[in-house]
């Protein structure tokens, strides 16, 4: 079997409009954390499949669109060496599970180095460079004294009311 036919494969079907209002615009509060893992190990992959299932529905929001296969997204696309739109195209030309399987294994490469991948992902904005960046968006979101808010991918967490 391969990595990305796994029976837990994720993809989101029926996505309802689980929409609040935050400090960073329209909150999205069904979105996957980056934390997920998809089946084939990669952290965030499930997220950005829900981005892309949501912005070919035309429920991807206004404050995700500014971001959508850039960030994460893109950082993700840039560690397969894989363009953002062909992700997306494998999205919107599969109507089944096995279908986008097929398709993602076809354009990633055999090795994903996921080891590689989750330990920028759980690392993200803590370099020296980031920290700044990292405390702005903190305070932005009201969330300024949290010390437990370490990276991006925890505050994005935060922000989608995933942490209390």
């Known amino acids: 079997m391969n990595i ?3 029976p ?6 029926n996505i309802d409009d689980n929409i609040t209002e935050g400090p960073t615009g329209a909150i999205l509060l069904d979105l996957p954390s980056p934390y997920q893992p998809h089946a084939c190990g990669l952290l965030h992959l499930p997220r950005f499949l829900a981005k892309i299932q949501k912005h070919l529905e ?9 971001n959508f296969t850039k960030g994460f997204d893109g950082f993700l696309c840039l560690h397969l060496g894989v363009d953002p739109d062909v992700i997306v195209d494998c999205v919107k030309e599969s109507s089944t599970k096995i279908q986008l399987d097929e398709k993602l294994l076809g ?5 994903l180095k996921v080891h ?4 920028k992902v759980v690392q993200m ?3 020296d460079m980031a920290l ?13 004294a949290r010390d437990d808010l370490r990276c991006f991918a925890d505050v994005i967490d935060f922000d989608e009311g995933k942490l209390d």
Do not use: C, H
């Open 107 to 111: 354009v990633f490469p055999k090795d």
């Open 116 to 119: 590689i991948w989750n330990r």
């Open 58 to 66: 035309g429920k991807l929001p206004a404050s995700y669109q500014r």
């Open 125 to 127: 904005g803590m370099s």
């Open 4 to 6: 990305l036919t796994k």
């Open 132 to 144: 700044d960046k990292l405390e702005e968006i903190k305070v932005d979101l009201g969330a300024g």
């Open 8 to 13: 837990n494969f994720f993809i989101l079907t």
